[in-house]
């Protein structure tokens, strides 16, 4: 029963030209098409994220809890873009590719869970809100000048309201304390 907060830091750095599972050169990315429509793709030179987050939780140590989850998102961005349909630009220097750098608040995520159902208490059913705080209307600098729309996976938040639910399960393996388990399943839907 109590308090308890968390402050974890993750980093991800997507470097390298990769053509599904493959790592690709960069002849071979300039001349990258788009499945069966051949129309040229966008080739993507990097994105660097880092995130910083903090989950305040509370149990009363015997039926229910709550967590807040709140991120901090720190993300650099850069694609070449891709050949225009006149054959203009392409890698490296497209003429809808952009540069971004941002970094703010993400998307908050309040969950409660209930874990009332065992005397073991080592199994639970969740449910909560993922709250629209994180932007979603960040621009950059486009190759060919001005400001261009950053993609939407790429924003610091989705721009929408969502449910969660879920369930987990916790315990030791053939009852020893040295090994144990966890398993989660979570869905997450807009609304």
Sequence with gaps: AGWSLDLRYDTLNQNKLRYGTKGISQSQAANTTNGATGA????EGYTQNNYITASLDYNDGERWGVTAVLPYILRNHMTYGSNSDEGIGGFPTG???YSSKGSGIGDIKLIGRYFGFSEQKDWG???GLKLPTGSNWQTASANAGGTVAVDPGLQRGTGSTDLIGGIYKFGFVNDSEN???????QYQAAV
């Excluded at 040229?40 to 080739?43: D, L, Q, R």
Aim: aromatic fraction near 24%; proline fraction near 6%; glycine fraction near 12%.
């Design 125 to 127: 059913l969740q449910f």
């Design 95 to 97: 003429e809808n590719g």
């Design 40 to 43: 040229p793709a966008e080739v």
């Design 179 to 185: 090994w144990g388990y966890f398993a989660q399943a």
